[in-house]
């Protein structure tokens, strides 16, 4: 009877710390589960990762930021270049009016004098032509109108060519045999050009 009981007893020992072992087993296996999902989440959100890429996207919009002020400046940059180009040639193109201007009202003046020597020369006799002092006129005549030459001064043409009101002054008209109407056929005062300007018209009669 005795053993009956203990067996009994033995049993229900045994019985009851075969439930505390897979109780125990059962914790451990949830703890264990536990920090399998917590290392996972860890590990699946740890901080460095988001360092890294927040790190990284403010780099970037920097990277852009310095890019559009390199951008801007070599933008500016040119355009002052550009300003700088347009204000040079406008300058060298007034500088050039300028002195086109100066050196035509210069050779304006000068025209008189090349008329002087042109009628003392024409109202010389042969004679007088062949003496050294007329030489020496007409020495100083063809230099003046070579310095003038090389100047870009020119002379208009005008008898035997159409009357033209841009470069000819008409002061007569006849009657003329030998040209037809429209055409100039007496040069009283001769015009000149400087360079594609006409410093003095040519003072013409035309026939009619």
Do not use: C, W
Not at 19 to 26: C, G, I, K, L
Not at 176 to 191: A, N
């Amino acid at each position: 009877m005795n053993e009956d009981i203990q067996t009994e007893d033995d049993i229900e020992t045994t019985a009851e710390g075969a439930m505390e072992t897979e109780a125990a087993v059962d914790n451990e296996t949830e703890d264990a589960e536990f920090e399998n999902e917590a290392g996972e989440t860890v590990e699946g959100e740890t901080s460095e990762p988001k360092e890294e890429k927040k790190k990284g996207f403010f780099h970037k919009d920097k990277k852009d930021k310095k890019d559009e002020k390199i951008a801007e400046l070599n933008d500016r940059l040119i355009r002052q270049m550009a300003e700088f180009d347009n204000f040079r040639k406008r300058t060298e193109k007034e500088k050039q009016q300028m002195y086109g201007i100066g050196a035509a009202d210069v050779i304006e003046k000068l025209l008189p004098v090349v008329d002087n020597f042109e009628r003392g020369l024409a109202a010389m006799t042969e004679e007088e032509k062949n003496t050294s002092f007329a030489q020496g006129i007409e020495l100083v005549y063809k230099q003046l109108m070579t310095t003038l030459e090389g100047m870009g001064v020119t002379v208009i043409e005008a008898v035997g060519v159409e009357f033209n009101p841009d470069f000819h002054n008409a002061v007569m008209q006849a009657p003329s045999e030998e040209y037809e109407s429209g055409i100039i056929t007496q040069e009283l005062q001769r015009g000149y050009l400087y360079k594609d300007k006409v410093v003095r018209h040519s003072m013409v009669m035309v026939a009619e």
